[in-house]
């Protein structure tokens, strides 16, 4: 999702708020979830810029939005098993 602009990579989550949003309402809060593409990403910006980006840009949505995107909607994507007592779902 990140791009370059005259050989550096912005780090200002403006810069892809459109793609962004437009990304979040063709799929919704049902179905996008959190994903990396580590190591291949750090071609482009080190982990932690880019996951900086996402969660600056989810951290403006909803705690229920959030909460399906960082984790809840995995649950439904791959059918996690529950295998301690301290985990949610």
Do not use: C
Request: hydrophobic share 35%; glycine share 6%.
């Amino acid at each position: 999702m990140l791009r370059r602009v005259n050989d550096r990579v912005p780090k200002d989550v403006s810069f892809y708020r459109g793609l962004l949003d437009e990304l979040w309402g063709i799929f919704g809060e049902n179905r996008v979830l959190y994903a990396s593409d580590w190591p291949n990403s750090d071609t482009w910006a080190e982990y932690p810029h880019i996951f900086r980006v996402v969660h600056e840009y989810v951290g403006s949505k909803p705690r229920a939005a959030q909460e399906k995107y960082f984790w809840k909607n995995s649950l439904a994507a791959y059918k996690w098993v529950k295998r301690d007592a301290s985990q949610p779902g």
